[in-house]
């Protein structure tokens, strides 16, 4: 597939080359999708919202930096954008350190996907927010604290609770498992 002239289709309203991104990339968009959403249901729609934005914004995309970068970042903020204006984050005081790092290494056998996305899934709000941007996608806690409003204080604290709750989670869920093999 030649992005350039796929871009410049785009950029000139071509339906076929609108259909040809979609079906290109909306796999992988629909994971980044999942993993900001609750439920299966708002992820589709935030892919489809994400596409429209990509769509009517694409004659801004000026060929700095990656396509599919420039791309993402749009699917990220539309995910995101369910989220402005409520207070799913709150100042929370407790005895987590949020510079203690808690490993999610699982042992012997891997996950599935899918149970992992539903685990992610399970999270409250600002867990998954927080969890998603900083280990799934890479963003420092300066850019979280950026992107949702919240200090820095406030991203490591929710990036440790979700992190404490899918291991405490998978534990939970290996012991069951060990449990009905016996």
Same mark, same amino acid.
Not at 8 to 17: F, G, L, M, N, T
Not at 45 to 63: P, R, V
């Given at each position: 597939m030649d992005i350039e002239n796929l871009i410049?289709?785009?950029?000139? @309203? #071509?339906?076929?080359?609108q259909e040809n991104l979609y079906r290109s990339f909306s796999p992988k968009f629909f994971v980044i999708c999942l993993k900001y959403s609750s439920s299966y249901e708002q992820a589709k729609?935030?892919? @489809? #919202?994400?596409?429209?934005?990509?769509?009517?914004?694409?004659?801004?995309?000026?060929?700095n930096g990656s396509f599919e970068g420039w791309m993402t970042r749009i699917m990220i903020n539309n995910a995101l954008k369910e989220y402005q204006g409520k207070s799913i984050f709150v100042k929370i005081e407790d005895n987590l350190i949020p510079n203690e790092e808690i490993s999610l290494e699982i042992e012997e056998e891997a996950l599935s996907f899918e149970y992992l996305m539903t685990l992610i899934q399970g999270l409250p709000d600002q867990y998954r927010l927080v969890f998603c941007l900083y280990a799934l996608d890479g963003y420092s806690h300066k850019e979280i604290s950026d992107i949702l409003k919240i200090s820095i204080g406030t991203s490591k604290s929710n990036l440790a609770r979700a992190r404490l709750k899918l291991k405490e989670t998978i534990i939970s869920y290996k012991l069951s498992k060990m449990a009905r093999e016996l």
């Open positions: 410049r289709r785009c950029k000139e @309203h #071509d339906k076929v080359a729609d935030s892919l @489809h #919202d994400g596409f429209i934005k990509i769509y009517e914004n694409i004659s801004s995309y000026k060929g």
